[in-house]
């Protein structure tokens, strides 16, 4: 393998060549030992400015993912959840495919419960006996996943047994979906 080439700080407008961006993004890994944003972010502006929106977005991932295997064990683990669950925002119809399949299962599990306080909310009991609203599974399953939002079902309900299990896992999926479609957001708005 030839010695790797430093292009940090190479500068260029467009692309004449044929080469795919399959093979600019082999290209640019041997180029760049260790991570550098620049050029993939170079590379990606200037496929958006051909008009090849779809190979600007695989580049942009290919670097965040790239970004995220040079960090420590953790931040790995992370980048790699976010990446396999959905796509680091760069694949929206993922996260609703996510955010839909949790809440139909989690739905479906709260409305199918194993412990009966309320016959309208199995698997769920008020925190106050007199003071809950309706009991409803899927509004219930929606206030767990969405965290910036409060619909009033997760404080008044306390989950039994299994269902804390689910509970939390809603909660912490939730929280994985938010940061990860805000960190997509504040990305396409540095690049606007």
Not at 175 to 191: C, D, G, P, Y
């Amino acid at each position: 393998m030839a010695a790797p080439i430093d292009i940090s700080g190479f500068h260029y407008e467009r692309l004449d060549s044929d080469l795919s961006a399959a093979e600019r993004l082999v290209w640019l890994e041997r180029a760049t030992p260790t991570h550098a944003a620049g050029p993939y972010e170079k590379l990606a502006a200037c496929l958006d400015l051909a008009g090849q929106d779809g190979d600007a977005r695989a580049v942009r991932l290919t670097s965040i993912r790239r970004a995220h295997q040079a960090k420590n064990l953790v931040i790995r683990l992370w980048g790699n959840l976010q990446d396999a669950a959905i796509g680091y925002g760069y694949a929206p119809g993922r996260t609703l495919a996510v955010f839909g399949l949790l809440l139909v299962g989690a739905g479906l599990w709260f409305s199918l419960g194993i412990a009966d306080c309320l016959p309208a909310s199995p698997g769920l009991c008020p925190v106050k006996a007199d003071e809950h609203p309706t009991g409803d599974p899927w509004l219930y399953s929606l206030d767990l996943l969405i965290p910036l939002v409060d619909l009033g079902h997760e404080k008044a309900w306390d989950p039994l047994g299994a269902s804390k299990l689910v509970t939390m896992v809603l909660v912490m999926s939730g929280w994985i979906l938010t940061t990860t479609v805000i960190a997509a957001a504040s990305r396409t708005l540095r690049r606007a």
